[in-house]
């Protein structure tokens, strides 16, 4: 099937890159065994934007690949190197494109400005890093933080015409044939009704003023209810500035005349609504041909009696085309004189807040296999479920400190659950399950803190094993002779020293560059 060089309405999916991963790593250098944490973050992803282009035109890039993705954010990496932020997609638009949620109905900008734009998709944020997350009681965690993942959504465009004047009337009253008298714009023009299948755009200069003017398809009474081609192309007169009524004074088609087209085609703009406010002319067309130039005569007093300004116009001859091109600069004129010059905006779409509403909400839910599940709700402990690694003890220790913090714990309590029961949190139908197994105090010391890191409290392996030989050293030296010693000394390559005065033991100590303490250990 060919595909239309113009295209109004589309469905587009959206995909924002992801963020990365948060590094975990330890500083390693010579002669610093405690280098410390120096993981560094992971970056943004890209975020999808859509911005109003005026060289833009169509829809048509997107009705031919529905689909655009953002880059993903890169893993952070030792030494403090953060990733890089992943690339935004920019999108361009047509001017005065509206841009609706596809599984909501919500509206979520309309993109009405030279360059204005709307984040539609934002990326995901990147994990942090193990030295964004050393504290004083977890001074070297070995874990990071996943980055999130990226906003996914389906999103309709839709193009309403952005013109300061909109040419209405039935099909073959010569719209087209007006806007190519008038401007530069070279629509189709034929013999026979509904030529015009897309709107066409001119641009018009009459004196000191420039204005656009939209060649809307012909309408026809039933159009505001999806009859013939005006349900499609209604929307296009809602962005415009003043309307104009092209009347075909010239057809032969029986029960139609000026007056009862223009009060179908006013019918139908009430019906679609919105349009009450719109100053409006009528342009009686085709007086080059003489039996619509006496029926122009007849039917002008009556329209003006009506209250609207009327031309007596030729699109062939150019006969009034002069004032009424005059006539529509100054409807122009008012019209841009009552509304405020639109200020550029970048629009960013983020959640509503919700700082007046729980972090969280816990609710007893059946299973379905006879038991029950506490399911816990929340922005907060559902974006900390999707960082946490799972594969690493630490840091679901850390998820579990923190979901303590916020008052998970203390509110499964209060509510009754107890020790076993299943905790579900996490959105969507795959969410995390825990074992409910809260903290166990004694007095007013924690037993067993999760998550924190006891290897600076621990005594390492290394110290252990210089302990014990210190202790083996102490022994010989106590029983043995000087030459035996000596002998001794001789068969460890010199570990042991051979210097001895009245305290042979702090000598030794001394001559290996260390100094003993009291009870005779090293420091």
């Known amino acids: ?144 933080l996943l980055g999130e993942e990226g906003e996914s959504r389906k999103i309709v465009l839709e193009l309403k015409v952005v013109a300061d004047v ?100 006013e019918g139908e703009l009430s019906a679609h609504g919105g349009l009450e406010d719109r100053p409006r002319l009528v342009a009686l067309n085709k007086v080059d041909i003489p039996d619509a130039a006496e029926i122009a005569e007849m039917v002008k007093a009556d329209v003006e009696a009506r209250g609207y300004k009327t031309f007596v116009i030729s699109t062939k001859s150019g006969e009034g085309l002069n004032g009424l091109t005059f006539a529509m600069a100054e ?39 006879g038991g029950f599940v506490w399911r816990v709700r929340g922005d907060k402990p559902e974006r900390w479920v999707r960082q946490t690694d799972f594969n690493n003890g630490e840091a679901v220790g850390y998820l579990a400190d923190r979901l303590n913090r916020l008052g998970v714990e203390d509110k499964l309590l209060e509510i009754g659950a107890r020790p076993g029961d299943a905790v579900a949190i996490g959105g969507g139908d795959d969410p995390v399950v825990f074992d409910f197994a809260p903290q166990v105090e004694s007095g007013a010391e924690l037993l067993s ?17 210089r302990r014990e030989r210190d202790a083996e050293y102490q022994e010989l030296r106590g029983g043995m002779h000087r030459d035996a010693w000596r002998v001794v000394n001789a068969a460890t390559d010199g570990y042991l020293s051979d210097d001895e005065d009245d305290n042979g033991f702090e000598a030794d100590y001394r001559a290996v560059g260390q100094e003993p303490d009291d009870d005779g250990e090293d420091r």
């Not at 920019?90 to 009405?112: K, N, R, S």
């Not at 122009?332 to 969280?360: G, H, N, S, W």
């Not at 803190?449 to 094993?465: K, L, M, W, Y």
């Open 449 to 465: 803190r999760r998550g924190e890191d006891q290897r600076f409290e621990e005594q390492r392996p290394a110290v252990a094993r």
């Open 331 to 369: 409807l122009v004129e008012q019209r841009r004189a009552m509304l405020p010059p639109p200020a550029p905006k970048k629009i960013v779409i983020r959640p509503k807040a919700v700082a007046e509403k729980e972090a969280f909400t816990i609710k007893k839910m059946g299973d379905g296999e």
């Open 1 to 144: 099937m060919a595909i239309p060089s113009f295209v109004d309405r589309v469905t587009l999916t959206v995909i924002a890159g992801n963020g990365g991963h948060g590094c975990a790593s330890v500083h390693r250098e010579k002669f610093k065994p405690l280098g410390g944490p120096d993981g560094g973050n992971g970056g943004d992803g890209g975020s999808i934007v859509l911005r109003a282009d005026p060289q833009v035109t169509t829809l048509v890039e997107y009705h031919r690949q529905s689909v655009r993705k953002a880059s993903n954010g890169e893993p952070g990496m030792g030494d403090h190197k953060n990733g890089a932020r992943g690339e935004d997609t920019v999108l361009g638009v047509p001017e005065g494109t509206i841009i609706t949620d596809a599984d909501t109905g919500e509206v979520l900008a309309d993109l009405t400005g030279d360059n204005v734009e709307a984040v539609v998709a934002a990326g995901g944020r990147g994990g942090l890093g193990n030295a964004a997350l050393a504290s004083a009681a977890r001074k070297a965690p070995g874990f990071a």
């Open 166 to 265: 909109g040419l209405v009337g039935f099909p073959s009253a010569g719209k087209s044939s007006l806007i190519a008298a008038i401007s530069r714009a070279r629509p189709k023009i034929a013999d026979y009704p509904f030529t015009t299948l897309v709107p066409n755009l001119g641009v018009v200069v009459a004196g000191d003023v420039t204005y656009t003017v939209a060649d809307v398809p012909g309408l026809i009474e039933g159009a505001s209810l999806g009859k013939g081609l005006g349900f499609d192309f209604l929307r296009h007169i809602e962005r415009c500035q003043a309307i104009v009524h092209v009347v075909d004074c010239a057809t032969f088609e029986p029960g139609r005349d000026p007056l009862s087209d223009l009060d179908i085609i």
